[in-house]
Every structure is written in C-alpha cells, then in structure tokens.
C-alpha cells in the first residue's frame, strides 16, 4: 500500500515541479530559429525539430495524461493554465528530440539487452506485477509507455557518461562538501519499537472507546508481566498492519511519527512497556526496545551519498547548458496553434488564480494535502512501513501530522 502512497505522492510532486518550471519561464524565442507557421494539418505534427517531425499522438496522449493528474489532485485546469502545460510539454518533446539527435551525433546507442535490464530492474522496485499493474491503472500508462520513457533516460544518461568522462566529482571533491556541510549529516536521536493498536476513528461511539481504553490497559498489564511475549500478545491483540510482525515498527527518529505516539515513545526507556497512548489512530501500547543516540556520521559513511548528489549535480548543470547550446543551434518549427516558446506570456493561474514565485511553495503544500486527503488515513502512514508486497520503506512514508524523515 505504501508504494501506492508513493506513486501519488510522485505524481503530485511531478505537477508542482511543472508548476515551478512554467512559472519559471521556458526557453526564450531567441534562443535559435522558432519558426510558428499557421498550421496546415489539425493532425500532423505538433512540431518539427531539424527537420524531425514530433507526432500530435504522443502529444495527445502525454496531456491527457497530465489532465487526468491535475483531476486527481482535485485541481480544475483554467484555459490559460491548458496553454502553458501544452507550451511546456511541447519544449519538454523537443528537449527529448535534441537529446537524441546529440546522442545519434555522438554515436551513442542502446540495445535491446540494455533496455531490457532496465525495464526489469524498473518492475521491481514495485515488489510484484500486481503493484506495477496498479501503478500503470492509476497513471494511464501502458508497459511500452513507461519502456519509451526509460528508452529516453538511459539514452541520456548514456550521452552524458560519454559527455562528461574524466570529470566526474572525485572523493576529495566530497569531502570537501562534507566539511562544509557536515550538520546535514547529523543522525537524530532514534528508537527501536513495537506496539500493539486498538483502533478507533470518527465513528466509533463514546461507549466503544470505553471499552477499547480499558481492553488497552488490560494489554498494557499483560506485556509488563515476568516472562510475556510482547511480540505474541501483538500478533493476538493488535488490530493494525503490522500485527502479523509482532507490532514491529522498525527504528524510526524524531518527525516520523504522530506527536503523541512520538512523544510517549521517546520519553521511555529502552525495555520500557508504556500506555495506553492514544492518537487519531486509536489506542496503543508501546514497547520501545532500543535507543540509538543522536551522532555525527563519519565522512566514510556518507562518502558514496554524498558522490551520488554531485554527480546528479553535475548531470543537471552539464543538461542546462547543453539545451541552451543546442536550442541556439537548432531550427524548431511549433506547429500546434496558440503554442509558443516564449516567456512573455500571462502569468501561471491554477483554479483561475495567479500564481507568484512566491506562492510556490503554498501551491507544493497543498498538492500534499490533496494527496492525503485521497489517500486512505490508515496506520501504515503512523508506523512509516511499508507493506511487504510494496516493499517500500519508512522514507516515503507521508502521515499526517507527522514529518517527512531528513
């Protein structure tokens, strides 16, 4: 279930990140020739990039897409807001189109070996078929949809492999980042828990919650007694997702969980057995079984991390400064009607209201907050666990009231 969380949540993140990019502007209409004749054929291409046609299927097919992303985010798409996510998907297919025609230039290739690999290592991070079948369902893709668009990244990826070898971000360059940066990695005070949920919500009546408090300190009892099973009473009693685990929750630190739950638990001793606590989720007994202090992690530790970031860093700089080089060299003709390339447009409106630079992260906000609200407000997102056929991990965890981890 938590990788259903997860694709929502991406999705979501994916519409703000469009947001931010036409907010931002797009490439300005000196930036090489873009030619915009009226078009001839309703049905021909939506542009042509050094000759090279950009179908009007494909095109259709990504802004349904996208349409049907905004709805379940519950957002109405205002006509202005309908031309700028055309404007930016168009320059998105002809950033693609150079892409390719740079990586033909360079004599990069892929192989069907290759793509292969790719598309089987991409099915799964899901944990079973049946998780990528439903991830397709909700995002209107097919199997082949999500292969063109790993063909397309491991192409680039490939490109810029070639592009950049020999300046790759060398250990040095990492530490350095490290000593300059060394409170991002510092690990927060932590616990390891169990625990055992007696659920309640908005319809259970004073007279069942009664009952449920007093069953819940019946348990409480129970566990603290010489010799008790805190695992096997969870595995009887729990009536949450992880009851078949024994209650286990993992270890988790500060932030990832409800404010009641998080401070009962961080209150406690390791081997200490407390409640019952209760939270929007019911009532829980609670056995904290570690406690892992907070420290400073090592460079050793956090070196290939750290790697990671700039070279993804890197990649993003050397992908800016290459698309500005190849728009200024490239002839681009936009052949859909009312699409432009151009900056000087009226401003981004989401639900017929304006959107400021200033108001992004207001707009990010309440792309999460739709996205709970769709969501299923069930335990899993208190425990930050995922399930076992999801496969997922307490860092995508996203539960109300409570942090994303750092």
Avoid: W
């Avoid at 993992?250 to 009962?264: H, L, N």
């Amino acid at each position: 279930m938590q990788r259903h969380h997860r694709s929502t949540v991406v999705l979501l993140g994916a519409l703000v990140a469009l947001a931010l990019t036409l907010a931002l502007g797009c490439p300005k209409k000196s930036e090489g020739s873009t030619d915009q004749p009226e078009p001839a054929d309703p049905t021909g291409p939506v542009a042509r990039v050094n000759g090279q046609d950009i179908g009007r299927a494909e095109f259709t097919k990504q802004m349904e897409r996208t349409r049907a992303r905004f709805q379940r985010a519950g957002r109405q798409i205002a006509p202005a807001l309908e031309g700028r996510l055309k404007d930016n998907l168009i320059r998105k297919m002809v950033e693609e189109a150079l892409i390719a025609q740079k990586a033909k230039a360079e004599g990069v290739t892929l192989d069907a070996a290759e793509l292969e690999a790719k598309l089987a290592e991409h099915k799964a991070r899901f944990g079973s078929d049946k998780a990528f079948s439903s991830f397709l369902e909700r995002t209107q893709q097919s199997e082949a949809d999500v292969k063109a668009d790993l063909e397309k990244n491991l192409l680039r990826d490939k490109l810029f492999a070639k592009l950049l070898a020999g300046q790759e971000p060398t250990e040095g360059d990492a530490e350095k980042y490290y000593g300059e940066n060394k409170d991002k990695y510092l690990q927060k005070e932590q616990i390891t828990a169990q625990h055992i949920l007696l659920k309640t919500d908005k319809n259970t009546t004073d007279a069942q919650k009664k009952e449920k408090l007093a069953l819940a300190k019946k348990l409480t009892a129970e566990a603290k007694r010489q010799g008790a099973d805190f695992g096997e009473i969870a595995k009887r009693s729990s009536e949450g997702p992880t009851a078949a685990r024994g209650g286990d929750l993992g270890t988790f630190s500060r932030g990832r969980m409800v404010k009641q739950f998080e401070d009962a638990a961080f209150a406690a001793k390791a081997g200490d057995i407390i409640g019952p606590v209760e939270t929007q989720f019911g009532y829980h007994v609670i056995k904290v079984n570690e406690k892992i202090d907070a420290k400073q992690r090592t460079f050793e530790e956090v070196k290939d991390t750290i790697l990671t970031s700039l070279k993804a860093r890197q990649k993003s700089k050397a992908t800016r400064e290459l698309l500005e080089q190849l728009r200024a060299q490239a002839k681009i003709e936009i052949l859909e009607p009312g699409v432009s390339l151009d900056t000087k447009k009226s401003p981004l409106t989401v639900d017929g209201k304006p959107i400021a630079p200033g108001d992004l992260n207001k707009l990010r906000q309440e792309a999460a907050a739709a996205n709970a609200k769709a969501e299923a407000l069930d335990e899993e997102k208190l425990e930050g666990k995922g399930d076992k056929e999801s496969g997922d991990t307490a860092e995508t965890s996203s539960a109300p009231a409570a942090k994303r981890p750092e």
